[in-house]
């Protein structure tokens, strides 16, 4: 009897938006690997059910998106360090041993994204700001302060959210009133948007902007559109700018050679397959 053909996929609601599909068949593809990548529309009500039901079915792990990133750790038998510290999981491993195993990618992803597109940028090189204090920022400042960035100043509409967020990591991370935002920007070698404000369907960042400098390092968690106002902004400036897609494509890398046995290559083929 012939072996499961290997199966992953991806959780959330709503997701046929995700571009997590056409990017892991294109990696399956490349490397001639048998397999296939799923998008699967799941309730919360009906998500560990169906996290419990997937490996008899033959899949061997999934991505996991808004809104249930919190709840597949609760979920989780076995959870990495980085996954309890940031809060969320986005990558799970289905064992042989019918174990969950839950992990977090997204802080890998993103400073493969920025050492890619801002080789130039060093942890050292001064504070950072991050507007956001949700799963992604949490990854984000978890990545940060693991590089070496001295400090970092978060910024977020509720901002009880933030101080949580400073509480759990520590005190290089200061908590900055929302409408004070526009003041951080001048005196950070980074700027992270780890909101939603901006991309298509959601509000327009409002944040003041004057305070960009000639030189920092500016990054967009939204890749639709690719080239947010916040980028273009930052590029009349004389900013280097790094745009979202790439945080998604690297985060993918770990999960991908942990299922299918291949670790894929971020490419411009890769970013073509995503943007299709």
């Not at 399956?28 to 529309?41: N, S």
Request: net charge neutral.
């Amino acid at each position: 009897m012939s072996a499961k053909i290997p199966l992953a996929g991806v959780i959330g609601s709503p997701i046929s938006h995700s571009k997590s599909p056409q990017l892991h068949r294109h990696w399956l593809k490349t490397y001639g690997l048998p397999g296939d990548y799923i998008p699967m529309d799941v309730a919360p009500q009906d998500l560990e059910l169906v996290l419990r039901t997937l490996p008899k079915a033959g899949f061997v792990g999934v991505n996991i998106t808004i809104p249930h990133k919190e709840s597949a750790l609760e979920i989780a038998d076995l959870v990495t360090d980085r996954a309890t510290l940031i809060g969320a999981a986005n990558t799970l491993i289905f064992r042989k041993d019918g174990q969950i195993h839950a992990d977090n990618t997204d802080g890998y992803g993103f400073l493969e994204n920025l050492r890619a597109g801002a080789p130039q940028w060093a942890p050292a090189s001064g504070p950072a700001a991050v507007l956001g204090a949700g799963g992604a920022a949490r990854a984000v400042v978890a990545s940060l302060l693991d590089a070496g960035v001295p400090e970092i100043f978060v910024t977020n509409r509720t901002r009880v959210r933030a101080e949580k967020l400073a509480d759990d990591f520590g005190n290089r991370v200061t908590v900055v009133d929302w409408v004070q935002a526009g003041n951080i920007l001048e005196d950070s070698a980074l700027v992270v948007n780890t909101t939603s404000l901006g991309m298509i369907g959601k509000p327009a960042m409002r944040v003041p902007l004057d305070g960009l400098r000639r030189g920092s390092v500016v990054t967009d968690l939204v890749y639709a559109p690719l080239r947010t106002d916040l980028l273009a902004t930052a590029e009349q400036v004389g900013c280097v700018t790094v745009d979202g897609l790439g945080m998604l494509l690297h985060q993918a890398v770990p999960a991908f050679e942990r299922w299918f046995g291949q670790r894929p290559d971020v490419d411009s083929a890769t970013r073509a397959a995503a943007l299709r």
